[in-house]
């Protein structure tokens, strides 16, 4: 079991790495959405993307070793927490570095979620004034605003009688 507890730790290490890397990624997103550089925004979320499917990648592994542990440990999957997985390594050379990897990970965490829900109020702010934009623009474009030139009362074209009438 010391293998499998190691290797969760080794696979939680690289999440947290890969955490960090979405938050640097998350906090130029937010420039790129501050000066409004689409060009920049479009690369770093094709960079996001390929991280998060790494971490994904790593979360199944994570939760496969979780499995097996607690099949180790004769303890339903579902109810196994890292806490209680800490707790069951009382005194053993892997709880310390577990205890500390998953306080990073949810440090990092945290701090990607709050820098995600800036730039998600930012995007939102800047769609909202696309969308004020817009409509300002089309009410200065609809057809009641749009004059017909006519020369003293009569239709264009000189006649005050439409064509439909000349033709009768």
């Known amino acids: 079991?010391?293998?499998m507890i190691t290797r969760l730790i080794d696979v939680m290490n690289q999440q947290?790495?890969?955490?960090?890397?979405?938050y640097g990624l998350s906090v130029e997103e937010k420039d790129?959405?501050?000066?409004n550089d689409i060009e920049t925004l479009q690369k770093l979320v094709n960079l996001k993307?390929?991280?998060?499917?790494?971490?994904n990648r790593l979360e199944?592994?994570?939760?496969?070793?979780?499995?097996?542990?607690?099949?180790?440990l004769a303890v339903e999957n579902k109810d196994l927490s890292l806490?209680?997985?800490i707790e069951i390594l009382?005194?053993?050379?892997?709880?310390?570095p577990l205890r500390e990897v998953g306080t990073r990970l949810r440090e990092v965490v945290f701090q990607l979620k709050e820098v995600?829900?800036?730039?998600?109020?930012?995007?939102?702010?800047?769609?909202?004034f696309v969308e004020y934009s817009l409509n300002a623009l089309r009410s200065t474009l609809e057809p009641e605003h749009v004059e017909i030139p006519t020369t003293k009362g009569k239709r264009p074209g000189g006649d005050s009688t439409g064509s439909f009438n000349k033709m009768q």
């Open 16 to 22: 947290v790495d890969r955490h960090t890397e979405l």
């Open 49 to 55: 993307n390929m991280v998060i499917s790494q971490n």
């Open 90 to 96: 009382d005194g053993k050379p892997e709880q310390e």
């Open 116 to 128: 995600n829900d800036i730039n998600k109020s930012l995007l939102e702010s800047s769609i909202e």
């Open 1 to 3: 079991m010391a293998g």
């Open 60 to 72: 199944k592994e994570r939760m496969s070793l979780v499995n097996d542990i607690a099949e180790v």
């Open 83 to 85: 806490g209680e997985l």
């Open 32 to 35: 790129a959405i501050v000066q």
